[in-house]
């Protein structure tokens, strides 16, 4: 069962909790879980916006690099925001993020530790930016001249591996300032476990590239014998496995608090709502995912197929998840809207985006339907990077931002459906489908779409499930 939500009216006994931490790719979730009478419980939760995203010094505008600090600041206001009181019963935390992106460290000098007005945090060092999944500076032939992995997954821009290779190609100085390396949530873990080397679940590892989930190893002699730095790859764990435990009091959660390895974030809001086999899981936030638990015992092929639009991603105890990971999913109503604050600035408008949400979902509100067809893939897809959006059927009737944000929301959910179809669904049995992400819980006009798009009925979860998925994972460790 799903874990109940309660964060009023609450009165807590002096239970341990657990602590649930999502590093995404526009926000950091943080939540408070307990086990109670009912089940495991949300008692608090905080989020915060990153607003991370920074130039990209080396790549250009190809690249997709985060602030770390912003990042890491983004968890100390959550951390900040949670009760005090609680923290301090906070017996194990579980960490989630963003994959495939990759953060450079140095070892004992990615962070310091100091005192602030909530107790000790840490401040990010000696740290590269992260390269995120949505950095696209590997081109189609910088990939095709890469070595061929040993595993049913493909490398495409974005992966920690490829990003790696981007580097040591064209920047092999910049690799030399570090000596370690993982996704954002693994040097968080790392940094708070005070650890020389980060560990990294087989989750993560699987989303860098050049690694196989049947073996659970790197794909080490091809990687060596291109001259890939292959000590920069993290130790790599099993899913629910411990990392360590905290060095220092962090915040008021006690030192010695058992932290898991890091998971994926989708994963994890899988993990936080799926009974069983006949739920799809749907998550539309920066990206957009929609994925299905394999039956035990699946094997994936040996060899990857660029051009699928699936991929089976490891989920937890040996299982796999098919996913439909589109990279076009809350980002392009995000890039709306921040087109449209750029347009009224040129023309001399000065209007805050948290303004225009509200504005532009109203008018697609009142604007049930649309002849209007935007394909929006302004980001590509991976099975298919050089399809761009376009936009077709335009009648001068349909030009109101009623009718371009409808369209919008609505391609965003069609992509999503040309990914994996609803008679795919229904030929896996699928029955339901379970929903979160702040672009479906912000957004009436994209749950309304994902409804006409699937004869299923659909459940919403709230903006925090990865959170909820990674603290979860660690509430049943054993
Ligand atoms: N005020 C808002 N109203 C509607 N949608 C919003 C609003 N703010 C953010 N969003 C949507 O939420 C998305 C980010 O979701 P979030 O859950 O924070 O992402 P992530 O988990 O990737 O960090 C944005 O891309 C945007 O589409
Ligand atoms: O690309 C995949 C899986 O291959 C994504 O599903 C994966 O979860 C990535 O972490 C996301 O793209 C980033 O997640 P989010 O910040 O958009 O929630």
Redesign the pocket.
């Known amino acids: 069962m799903p874990p109940k939500i309660q964060d009023k009216g609450l009165n807590p006994a002096m239970a341990a909790c657990v602590l649930g931490i999502d590093l995404?790719?526009?926000s950091v979730k943080t939540i408070l879980l307990q086990e109670m009478e009912q089940g495991p419980t949300v008692i608090s939760s905080c989020a915060r916006e990153t607003r991370a995203q920074v130039e990209s010094p080396s790549a250009g505008p190809q690249g997709n690099e985060q602030d770390v600090r912003k990042i890491v600041a983004a968890l100390n206001d959550c951390l900040a925001g949670l009760p005090q009181q609680l923290l301090g019963r906070v017996c194990r935390i579980g960490v989630s993020?963003?994959?495939?992106g990759v953060v450079f460290w140095k070892t004992g000098q990615g962070c310091k530790w100091i005192e602030s007005g909530h107790g000790w945090t840490f401040e990010p060092e000696e740290v590269s930016h992260l390269i995120t999944?949505q950095d696209g500076r590997c081109s189609s032939p910088f990939l095709s001249s890469l070595p061929q992995p040993q595993s049913h997954l493909s490398v495409a821009t974005g992966f920690g591996c490829a990003t790696i290779y981007w580097y040591l190609k064209n920047s092999p100085d910049f690799l030399k300032r570090y000596d370690a390396a993982g996704t954002i949530q693994d040097y968080v873990v790392a940094m708070l476990c005070g650890q020389e080397k980060p560990q990294m679940s087989v989750q993560n590892a699987a989303?860098w590239g050049y690694f196989n989930t049947t073996s659970k190893s790197w794909n080490m002699d091809i990687l060596k014998e291109s001259h890939f730095p292959i000590h920069l790859l993290p130790e790599v764990v099993q899913p629910g496995e411990l990392a360590g435990e905290t060095a220092y009091v962090w915040h008021q959660i006690p030192k010695g608090t058992e932290v898991g390895a890091a998971l994926?974030?989708?994963q994890c809001s899988v993990y936080s709502c799926m009974s069983d086999s006949t739920n799809a899981v749907l998550?539309i936030?920066?990206?957009a995912?929609l994925t299905l638990l394999m039956p035990s015992g699946f094997q994936p092929a040996d060899s990857p197929n660029p051009r699928s639009p699936l991929?089976y991603?490891p989920y937890f105890n040996n299982t796999y998840l098919v996913?439909a990971?589109s990279?076009n999913?809350?980002n392009v109503v995000a890039t709306f809207v921040n087109m449209l604050v750029r347009w009224m600035a040129e023309l001399g408008l000065q209007v805050p985006e948290s303004d225009l949400y509200p504005r532009i979902i109203s008018a697609a509100l009142a604007q049930t339907d649309t002849d209007l067809n935007i394909c929006p893939t302004i980001f590509g897809e991976r099975h298919m990077p050089e399809r761009l959006a376009s936009v077709m059927g335009i009648a001068a009737s349909d030009l109101s931002l009623g009718h371009v944000t409808r369209a919008l929301c609505h391609g965003v959910v069609q992509n999503l459906h040309s990914m994996l179809p609803s008679q795919h669904l229904k030929e896996a049995g699928v029955t339901r489908i379970l929903a979160s992400?702040s672009a479906l819980g912000k957004n009436e006009v994209m749950r309304q779409e994902v409804e006409k798009a699937y004869p299923f009925p659909v459940l919403y979860g709230r903006n925090v499930d990865?959170a909820v998925g990674a603290a979860l994972a660690m509430l049943r460790r054993k």
């Open positions: 995404g790719t526009s993020g963003q994959m495939h999944w989303s994926g974030d989708f998550n936030s920066t990206s995912q991929a991603y996913v990971a990279l999913g809350g992400g990865s």
